[in-house]
């Protein structure tokens, strides 16, 4: 079956709910281990089929967000998520007050109940309204962002779309699609100032109700981060400061050299390369069929994954209007199918984003069988294995870039280096917001801009008025969609950066390790996975200044002015 067959109807939320009421009854109900046992298995099965439907909304809304019949199906799960978000509760709540606790832990594990726990905490019947206020404030930002038509030398192009105007040689054409990107968000600004005061608002109110001093607490809770806190967080991003802002300061130098311009503005900055930047050498469907050689070269089980993927036709990766921007991987229980779904534009983006998702979606591949709880780990532990593949398929590359190999080796670990202040930026931005959730428009753009000072202090925005007084953050819909999720990002960089070492070393080792973290899926927490696999704790002092020494290394013997 392919993912256009896959079939979808609307829920009958009554009879949801009758048969998860009827559940719950046995579950921390006074019945035999076995019973209860039983009741959550079916509760999982129950839920996976409610998942699946929610899921082929959500991925054929963002297909086209101009579908009437895929957009009231989303208002829909907006609407009635919040509501039976209460059952995950109560099952929650009678989970953890379970007589047979014990039997329990040992056939499920105990990250189940911690997760329980902190699902108890966040949610209460009380909330409910405003979630769905949240939810419908995140789907109008984005469907805002999908809808720009931005004219350009004469065509209409979507954000995604201005990505290549943006790394042109031609540095009037850069700093005039910079410009007109500026433009579409300045038209908007009253528009997505609003969504956000009002989800910083709701977001708040939330907290208050269930008892938090404000939403920061309460967003590490909801993401389920069980073994760290915004302290160590805060620890983290000053390492970044320390050990990587100065690196990447020299980078920027350097590149500044490379493209032969001695002030460079922010216009210039996704240029590397005077010649160019790397990219791929073919199009979408040339670009497929590479992958598909390279992961069924790369092992047997990345080869039956990759092509399961083909043959369900679960990759959805060209641009088009009406397609949300940006790119993601979801998986569909009751299909036991992921997918990918980006937007390519002829970058070298298409080659990242691609083997980036495709991480992600053969963790889930291959972690499917565990119970739900545990089939995706927490979102900073899942991007461990997207940013890793993207490092795992450097000995198929040449077969992307031809002769731009090593043009993109060098701009790869230069951007993945590069990226690192930038998401710790994003993530203080988010800290500061949230405990002042009083700011005003204008202020939290003075705070951005006062933090993309510190972080990143060779952004010159030059005659750009608009993204010089603050508003740059506009464009990254993390922000919006799933406060404190950013600096996830960061995390696992600084881990894949430890497989990129490794597989230098011995590419099988490297990629062993890879497939035993897969397959373990959700089943540890963020810091136990790290543990397990041997790899450095990114909270620790001194592990970025060792884990960057390496990369540092490998960039400065390269030869970057014959790029």
């Not at 919040?82 to 040992?106: D, G, T, V, W």
């Not at 802002?245 to 590397?272: F, H, Q």
Request: charged share 30%; proline share 4%.
């Amino acid at each position: 079956m392919k993912f256009k067959d896959y079939r979808y109807h609307r829920p009958d939320i009554e009879n949801y709910q009758e048969k998860i009421s009827d559940l719950l009854e046995k579950i921390g109900g006074n019945v035999d281990e076995e019973t209860e046992l039983k009741a959550i298995h079916e509760f999982f099965d129950l839920n996976d089929q409610l998942d699946s439907m929610a899921t082929l909304v959500s991925i054929r809304n963002s297909l086209d967000t101009k579908d009437e019949f895929y957009q009231k199906e989303q208002d829909f799960f907006d609407e009635n998520g919040p509501k039976l978000q209460m059952y995950n509760n109560l099952f929650s709540k009678q989970l953890i007050a379970s007589k047979n606790r014990k039997f329990l832990e040992e056939k499920l594990g105990q990250l189940i109940f911690k997760q329980a726990e902190l699902q108890e905490k966040t949610f209460s019947e009380e909330i409910i309204p405003d979630l769905q206020k949240e939810n419908k404030l995140s789907t109008k930002y984005s469907k805002l962002l999908a809808g720009a038509e931005i004219e350009f030398e004469g065509k209409i192009y979507n954000l995604t779309q201005m990505g290549p105007f943006l790394q042109s040689l031609d540095r009037d054409t850069r700093h005039k699609a910079q410009l007109k990107t500026s433009q579409f968000f300045e038209e908007n600004e009253k528009e997505i100032d609003q969504i956000y005061d009002d989800m910083v608002k709701v977001r708040h109110k939330i907290a208050k109700t269930l008892g938090y001093e404000n939403y920061v607490q309460l967003g590490y809770d909801r993401l389920g981060r069980t073994d760290y806190n915004h302290k160590d967080v805060k620890n983290y991003r000053d390492q970044i400061y320390n050990e990587v802002v100065p690196l990447v300061k020299e980078l920027v130098e350097r590149k500044a050299k490379r493209i032969g311009i001695e002030n460079p503005k922010s216009y210039d900055l996704a240029l590397s390369f005077k010649t160019g930047n790397p990219t791929p050498k073919g199009d979408l469907n040339w670009q497929v069929n590479i992958a598909k050689n390279m992961y069924e070269e790369m092992s047997k089980e990345t080869g039956e994954f990759f092509n399961f993927m083909l043959e369900h036709e679960l990759l959805e990766l060209d641009s088009k209007p009406g397609k949300a921007g940006g790119g993601y991987c979801t998986y569909i229980p009751n299909y036991k199918s992921p997918f990918i779904f980006a937007n390519f534009n002829g970058t070298s983006h298409d080659v990242n984003v691609l083997t980036h998702e495709a991480g992600h979606a053969f963790q889930i591949y291959s972690s499917q069988e565990q119970i739900p709880s545990y089939r995706w780990p927490t979102m900073e532990a899942a991007e461990i294995h997207s940013m890793s593949m993207e490092f795992l398929a450097w000995p198929w590359i040449d077969g992307f870039f031809k002769e731009d190999t090593d043009k993109y080796k060098f701009y790869h670990l230069d951007s993945s280096l590069s990226f690192l202040p930038y998401g710790v930026a994003v993530d203080e931005f988010q800290h500061e917001v949230y405990n002042k959730p009083e700011m005003t428009p204008d202020q939290r753009k003075a705070t951005w801009r006062k933090i993309e000072k510190k972080y990143l202090p060779f952004k010159d925005y030059d005659d750009d008025h608009f993204m010089e007084k603050g508003t740059y953050w506009f464009k990254q819909g993390h922000i919006f969609s799933v406060p404190f999720y950013y600096i996830d990002y960061t995390l696992a960089q600084v881990l894949a950066f430890q497989f990129f070492v490794l597989s230098q070393e011995n590419h099988e080792l490297a990629l062993d390790k890879y497939i035993k973290l897969c397959r373990l899926g959700g089943s540890k927490s963020f810091v136990d996975l790290v543990e397990s696999t041997k790899l450095n704790n990114p909270f620790k002092k001194g592990t970025i200044k060792s884990v960057i020494e390496p990369i540092k290394a490998f960039l400065d013997q390269v030869n970057d002015q014959d790029l």
